[in-house]
């Protein structure tokens, strides 16, 4: 068994959801249900100017963190049924724009890009 330490950056449970859509048979729509889990042994950090990467530009008004967790996050995928998972951050909802394995010894990670979510928008 693998001994966490108990290093410098604390690590925390963050609340997130899951969106569900239910469609009929014609692939509409009819019902969208959120599942709540957390993620868990997260750190929190904030994206710099410096690592700002072509896909995170369109987000530059936006509040960007990087969140390093045990917990697999799923991303959306444009054209399909599938939304993001979304984390709650300093009072606010931030949707999973980028999600990759990030190994560090034996206990694997995620290194995983949120974004603020804009409420205005579904």
């Known amino acids: 068994m693998a001994i966490r330490r108990s290093g410098l950056i604390p690590r925390k449970t963050i ?3 899951r969106s569900v859509e239910t469609t009929n048979d014609f692939n509409e729509v009819i019902g969208i249900t959120n599942q709540s889990f957390n993620a868990l042994q997260c750190t929190v950090q904030p994206v710099v100017g ?13 509040e960007i963190y990087t969140v390093y967790t045990e917990t697999q ?8 049924n599938r939304k993001p ?4 951050i300093y009072n606010k909802w931030f949707k999973v724009i980028r999600c990759k394995r990030w ?4 206990i694997p990670h995620y290194e995983c890009v949120v974004v603020e979510k804009d409420e205005g928008l579904l």
């Not at 410096?50 to 936006?62: C, E």
């Not at 996050?73 to 399909?80: I, P, R, S």
């Not at 998972?85 to 709650?88: G, R």
């Open 103 to 106: 190994q560090v010894g034996v």
């Open 15 to 17: 609340p997130a959801r």
């Open 73 to 80: 996050l799923v991303v959306g995928l444009e054209g399909t």
């Open 50 to 62: 410096g690592s700002m990467t072509p896909d995170l530009i369109g987000y530059a008004d936006r």
């Open 85 to 88: 998972d979304e984390l709650f």
